[in-house]
């Protein structure tokens, strides 16, 4: 036992960095199987700093890449079973429509994977959609598919739900601690703002902080985090973009803009309709004034929302921030550090990754522990970046 004042040192099977939706569904998948498991986070929790935070995120089996279709399946039971075990509800079942010209080759792969996984959908013609969605106006003459599997999770109780279910299977959490240093071996030594820490093997989820924590570790991954404006904006008739109207989440892909919406719940009244994409930032000064010329997203979403949206008001009510952190191919990094392979990595989940945390949380518990993955990480590998320097491989 260290003397009081003095940082207390522990043992662990597993220390995660970073309780995030990845970083805690892979602790919880860990203290599931009886691992002694440390989770550490920095911030006091709940926090708004990262990019798990807000009230809503959008669930979906529809993907343009067949992979994350297939994942979703798994992950929709694992969201199931935590809401049984949490007793509350983290899932709402809206829909989602994908809106494009009908000649459009990422549309075409979403029909595609929903075809080949028989996910329950329905494609519109412009005549048709206006027909089934009186709120969007098909402003190009846009086509539309719809995922009826997709819908709404409620993020932040999402969030608590698995920490606390963590917690009930033996974990320890521990926030307002600050990993400051990382000594690999073949036991790993993590020190913190508050103590000292050692296991047999360290999982890292540090999304827009992942570089930072790999550096001295020899590693940089080419992992671009951006700040995100998460937009609100009014019905002009209360109500007229809700759950209860039937609005469905949406996704546009106005190439080369992607643009998405989720019905008016969180904040009544007010539908989120965001940019996929923003302006570079570093997460320690995520709101600081860019030095480049900012991403124009914002006048992009008053364009969009004027022309297929006539009953929003095109301005946004209320802009609040979060954080992407993108890979060149906007594919997870989900792998074992090249030189220490009892250093796991999970990060670069590129602005789609919470719904995936049940499913990807496991695969990093597999990696940790020495399992084969349940699926094949060929798209997720840290090989597949040509560029990277020799040192880190
Ligand atoms: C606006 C927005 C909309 C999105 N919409 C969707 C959606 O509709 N559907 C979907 O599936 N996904 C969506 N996503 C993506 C999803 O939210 C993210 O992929 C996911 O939250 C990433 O989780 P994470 O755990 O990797 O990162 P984070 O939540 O950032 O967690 C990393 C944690 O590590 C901690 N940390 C970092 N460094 C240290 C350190 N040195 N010591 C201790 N702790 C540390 C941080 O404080 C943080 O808590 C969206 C994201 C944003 C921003
Ligand atoms: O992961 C999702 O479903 C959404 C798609 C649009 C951008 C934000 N993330």
Redesign the pocket.
Known sequence: MAAAGEPHSSFYDTIV????????FTAYHLAKRGRDTLL????P?P?S??????Q?????HAYAQEHYTQMMAESYGLWEQLEAEAGALLYRQTGLLVLAANTNPEFQRFCQTLAQHHIPSELFTAESLRGRFPGIRPYCGEAGVSDRTAGV?Y?DRALRAVQDGFRRCGGALRDS????DIQPGVVVTVT?SGGAYQAKSLVI??????N??LAPLGLQLPLQTLR?N?CYWKEKVPGAYGVSAHFP?FLAICDPHHI?G?PSNEYPGLVKI?YHSGSPAD?EERDRPPEAPSLPDIQVLQDFVSKYLPGLVPEPAVVEH????NTPDEDFVLDRHPKFSNIVI??G?????????PVVGKLLCQLSVGEEPSYTMEPFGIRRFPALPPAAL
């Open positions: 960095v970073g309780a995030g939706i990845q970083g805690s550490l986070e920095q911030f929790l926090h700093r990262g990019s798990s935070h807000g809503s995120r959008i669930i979906r999770l993020a601690e600050q990993v400051t913190t989820t540090a999304g827009p902080w992942a930072k924590l995100i998460v989440c998405y989720l965001c997460p979060c954080m992407y952190t999970g990060a989940f590129s602005g789609h990754g919470f719904k995936l945390a």
